[in-house]
């Protein structure tokens, strides 16, 4: 519904603020993550997701995509709703939540208020694979060297495929240097 809201901040809280664009003011609830990224600033962009209940509508913002995306993914678990999915948010950065899921580290998930031992092998089962790594992570393969194959990769991953048997496909390719984004997952998926 609304991709992104950008404007004058008018109030903001560690979990709350207000924007102003052309005059409406927009409330959006966010994380400990975002509100860091934001607390200096005057003016911002905020990623949105809006969720529609029976009895409001709630516009969740985030200072960047790759956290909107890790919220959508944690919002499809069974059990996490989005007050949970917020709370991980805040206690974890994504960097850190997906090393926590490709390491299987149920210990970092269960410091997380309101997540228990359950909920968090949920979370490590169906989103080991699903979330992409960060620019900065240490869990960043060494396989990708440049923007085609990185491309590539999160093509695959986005389709459903698991990260590390995408990257294992990705090795199996001779000359993907050379190679179109497009050429990369037609050979990674036949390698699969």
Sequence with gaps: ?????????VYKSASLIYINVH??????????????KIQPLEECRLYT????????WVMYGFADEEERATFRQLLNI????SA?????LSSLTTD???RAISTEDSRTLERVKGIGAKTAQRIILELKGKLIPGKNTSAQSAVIHNTTQEDALIALVNLGINRGMAESAMKKISNASALTVEELIKQALRAL
């Design 1 to 9: 519904m609304f991709a992104f809201i950008e404007g004058r901040i």
């Design 23 to 36: 005059g409406v003011g927009y409330e959006l609830n966010i994380t400990l993550q975002t509100y860091a």
């Design 49 to 56: 997701h809006v969720q529609v209940r029976e009895d409001a």
């Design 78 to 81: 069974s059990g996490v709703g």
């Design 84 to 88: 949970t999915a917020r709370i991980i």
């Design 96 to 98: 850190e939540l997906e």
